[in-house]
């Protein structure tokens, strides 16, 4: 029903900067949050960065500062620009978003993209 996928993760210095993309397709008839996690080998998911259908937006303490969310509602697109990386935000990234359906206007669900592999070398 929803499709959500993601680009731009890949291989960067320490120091350097990425911006990943998702893009959320299908039988979409409203979505409200739409978030970027992330998981690191041996390590459990972990929230980066959520942001509201309003824009109001919260971050993760470890990348404040360093990483900014947005999205662009007209193209189901959200964003997440990473400046400054460092080895420790090597992780596969993955998108989030609360969804309702064509079908079901009435409920929320909550789909996941496949995930994009950053790696940051030292």
């Known amino acids: 029903q929803v499709q959500l996928v993601e680009s731009g993760g890949g291989l960067v210095q320490f120091g350097g900067s990425l911006r990943l993309s998702c893009v959320a397709s299908?039988?979409?008839?409203?979505?409200?949050?739409m978030g970027w996690y992330r998981q690191a080998p041996g390590k459990e998911r972990e929230l980066v960065a959520v942001i509201q259908s309003g824009s109001s937006t919260g971050y993760a303490g470890s990348v404040k500062g360093r990483f900014t969310i947005s999205r662009d509602n007209a193209r189901n697109t959200v964003y997440l620009q990473m400046n400054s990386l460092k080895p420790e935000d090597t992780a596969v990234y993955y998108c989030?978003?609360?969804?309702?359906?064509?079908?079901?206007?009435?409920?929320?669900?909550?789909?996941w993209g496949q995930g994009t592999q950053v790696t940051v070398s030292s």
């Open positions: 299908g039988s979409i008839f409203t979505i409200n949050t």
């Open positions: 989030h978003a609360q969804v309702a359906t064509t079908t079901r206007r009435w409920a929320e669900y909550d789909y």
